[in-house]
């Protein structure tokens, strides 16, 4: 009686060590974003001011200044990946819910999967000889087409799962009134699927939104406004890269108050698409 | 009216054709940027060849281009950064998917979400602020006290290095393997749990000696899945490597990354040579990622029928 006591004694302790473990494992992974959250808002918070979002940043040496241009470049190159990666995105994923039959869906969404995993420095270097090359210059465009590539495969695996998951009774109701199948899907399937197909091109704006790898040789940098879409422009994650490794101390300065101006930005979109389109549970799986 | 509904069938036919074209951009993309990757290297792979791979001089000055000390930042970078990041995430996986009551699980797996969110430029940021001089001040001196009888712990602390950029990396690949972990954990049976607990196992013991093993697959897609992660991370790592191209045993010494080479250089890159080196890094890149992730890929969708995008 007592051996058997004993072994349950060592394995109910061994279960109850082994849960802290994991707990400990989860709280170190939480507490890494607090700290980055916090620190950022210390660092951040007392370099933020009006100027920031107003001016243009000052010559070398000279203090003060702002990063307007850059937000503006950033909203510009978010627009031109929205342009062409979610509706590029939207159709090839309709392509894998809808019409595909099971092997070439699943070759498809390989693909996507693959082509998600690639570095996006390679981004970079792709759209670099695809648009720069030929253009002979850096211009937003190439910043742009290089954030669209990024933008694909999220809005590809965001619709086909949120296609997917609109019951088949739904398409059964609409096809046994007669509607031809592009019609079902245009009017039942895709409005159903709408908000869930709406949060992850949301979260996948927030992804590439921070994106600096790909910006480097693509949209380069300007210290000035970047009038259309051919010049070089400035962009957030890019300018916190360059002001961050500089000996300037305004500049790391600046570049703190930028960082937190990109990380609020992103969290409120991931936030914000999560609780304004809370995913139905049931889908997921 | 049968007659309209055909004519509004055939509408079918050119959908499905349109959708077809789109899904085809897919793969068009992929082979695209091989290609581009490889028609933009050709200079320097006919001049160089496979001695690419294993000659270290990288000298612009001279047009000299081997790309080992690269490779092997790259390789030691990501080693470092599985082998912390691994335990933690396979840890705080099985917490938020088998162990935590739900509640809790539900907020903590949204923060490390989140995690994943934060830009790899802010943490090339902190990390310069924060875990360089950490790392200088205490964690090197530490090690160098304790294991510095190792070539791995000897040599000066910089702050800077392998080990740092090791690191970095790993706190940026843990939400990875937590949340692909999550779902392989959660696409496990209920019944091979509850068959475990009913024969008067502990949660731990029907955790690792049942769930676990059903999902070993998965478990090794999702690490596969985060090294594909750590081997193309760019930003982080160029602001904490230290950027210079040496190949040295030290983990404390500034090394280069293949990722940071060509954020660095590309833009200063003048000759058409230099340049295409510097392609043909991103083309190892592309190639070597396209692997890792392929194979983790396939092991994911082993376990969870449906390869997750995380």
Known sequence: MTATATTSLVRRSVNVVMLGLTAVCAAVTVAALLFILAYLLYQGGSSLNIAFFTKLPTPVGEAGGGMANAL??????LALAAAIGIPLGFMAGLYIAEFASPMPAFALRYATDLLNGVPSIVIGIFAYTLVVLPMKHFSTLAGGVALAIMMIPVTVRGTEEFLRAVPASLREGSLALGAPKW??????????????ILTTVLLGLARVAGETA??????????????GWVEPTASLPVMIFTYAIAPYEDWVRQAWAAALVLLAL?????IGARVLFRRPAATTS | MSGLLARLRKGDEVAHLIALLF?????????????????????????????????????????????APFIYGTLVTSLIALIVAVPLGVGAALFLAELAPPRISDVLTMLTELLAAVPSVVYGLIGVAVLVPAMRQYVQPALQRTLGWLPLFAGPAYGIGYLTAGLVLAIMIVPFIVSVLREVLLAVPRDQREAALALGATRWESTSRVVLPYARL?????VFLALGRALGETMAVTMVIGNRPQIAASLFAPGYSMAAVVANEFTEAVGDLYLQALVEIGLVLFLLTMIINALARILIVVTTRQGTIA
Do not use: C
């Open chain 1, 72 to 77: 503006v470049g950033s909203a510009k190159l």
């Open chain 1, 183 to 196: 019609m079902t899907i245009a009017r039942v399937v895709v409005p159903a699927a709408s908000r869930g």
């Open chain 1, 214 to 227: 790909p910006l480097l040789f693509t949209a380069l940098n300007n210290r000035f406004w970047s009038r």
């Open chain 1, 266 to 270: 992103v969290l409120a979109a991931n």
């Open chain 2, 23 to 67: 899904g085809l951009t897919l793969v068009l993309l992929t082979v695209l940027i091989a290609f581009q990757l490889f028609s933009n290297s050709a200079l320097a792979r006919h001049r160089f060849g496979w001695n690419f791979f294993v000659t270290s001089t990288w000298d612009p000055v001279a047009d000299q281009y081997g790309a």
């Open chain 2, 218 to 222: 998965g478990v090794f897609g999702a």
